[in-house]
């Protein structure tokens, strides 16, 4: 490994749960029913199962990267590729994770404002997000892992509420299962790649666990979470609303609050919004704190300069999107990206690892042998 990470600034391994967790559930378990039935149907949630199983796949390939490396990321990229075109790939990713980060903040002040105030300005969420942001990345990563544990924990009380509508239910709407073909199954898994990316921020992490070698286990349990709690939102909404619903209905697990009638409080959603901020705040400052992380191990720079640069680069972007056709377009293109640089890459980057690490040792033994 390059530079040891001091005792100091590494956190519990078991934490690694709340970080793959919290990093997975934000803004797109609030849309991800829409994209999935229109490929799978009511079979949608064996698509969702099956993304998960992809996910343990790819977790146990970063693991295996980063076992070989010792290292995070950037250490794989100059392993393999040179120092050159290694750190040009982890410049990529970098950009990657602020991109990630902004599509994450402004779907929030959509849904702010379609929901509860209209004529509230983008541009003033935009700046008060990015001030309170480099409060909380520039107090270090683990102040960052503080907020995911809490935006793991807070939002649970949500969960008896999402509940609520199986009093509505017709599951016979999902008989008989399995009609659609593997190919489509296949294709609405892919349509869950926004909800379950951010799971490969492990990969820049990673030197900050304590026992690294000892925390896959835990890195399972918080993408099994996230399946699990997918799968189950989408058999609620499957049997809760028609196809034809689904179809139509941008944001379905938001309107299953409007479900919720409590005497003192006429719009139950306006409490479901406020608390998915718990949520959604985890998956920016991870976010931004790998970006400026990667900035500060390729360029040698200060991590605060960097973070500075990259809320400067979401603010902007925030303000490039100011309609409906904007964020969906640059949503659309994040998955697509996500899906080939987690699902493709690295699988891709450990058969190439391989490759490097038995060319090195064969050379090694050569000249040894001399």
Not at 41 to 57: F, T
Not at 78 to 97: D, E, H, M, P, R
Not at 142 to 171: C, H, W
Request: with cysteine; glycine share 6%; proline share 3%.
């Amino acid at each position: 490994m390059d530079n040891p990470i001091k005792e100091k600034y590494l956190v519990s391994g078991f934490l690694t749960l709340f970080l793959i967790n919290g990093m997975q559930v934000g803004m797109g378990v609030l849309s991800y029913q829409r994209t999935v039935v229109k490929s799978a149907g009511y079979d949608a949630w064996i698509s969702v199962l099956m993304a998960g199983m992809v996910v343990h796949l790819v977790i146990a390939c970063m693991y295996i990267l980063l076992k070989r490396s010792n290292g995070d990321l950037i250490s794989i990229h100059q392993q393999i590729f040179g120092k050159w075109l290694g750190n040009t790939l982890s410049f990529v990713a970098c950009l990657y994770f602020v991109v990630l980060g902004t599509t994450v903040l402004r779907g929030y002040i959509e849904i702010v404002q379609v929901w509860m105030f209209p004529d509230l300005p983008t541009w003033g969420m935009a700046i008060v997000a990015a001030a309170f942001f480099y409060y909380v990345v520039s107090g270090g990563f683990r102040t960052v892992v503080g907020l995911t544990f809490l935006g793991v924990v807070i939002p649970i009380v949500l969960v008896p509420i999402l509940l609520l509508p199986l009093e509505f239910a017709n599951f016979i709407n999902m008989l008989p299962i399995w009609k659609h073909s593997i190919v489509e199954l296949a294709l609405g898994a892919k349509e869950t790649t926004l909800s379950f990316l951010g799971f490969e921020l492990l990969m820049l992490y990673y030197p900050f666990l304590k026992n690294k070698e000892l925390t896959q286990k835990w890195a399972h349990f918080g993408a099994a979470m996230t399946t699990i709690s997918y799968t189950g939102l989408m058999v609620v909404s499957l049997a809760f609303y028609s196809e034809e619903q689904l179809n139509r209905t941008i944001w379905a697990t938001l309107t299953l609050f409007k479900v919720v009638q409590l005497p003192f409080l006429e719009r139950f959603e306006y409490i479901g919004i406020s608390i998915w901020m718990f949520l959604i705040v985890p998956n920016i400052a991870l976010a931004l704190w790998a970006a400026s992380r990667c900035a500060k191990r390729i360029f040698q720079m200060n991590q605060r300069i960097a973070l500075v640069i990259s809320l400067a680069i979401m603010v902007i972007l925030v303000l490039l999107m100011p309609t409906r056709q904007e964020v969906s377009l640059v949503d659309t293109w994040v998955g697509e990206v996500g899906f080939y640089l987690v699902f493709v890459y690295i699988p891709i980057l450990v058969v190439l690892q391989a490759i490097v690490l038995k060319f090195r040792r064969g050379s090694h033994e050569q000249t040894t042998s001399m």
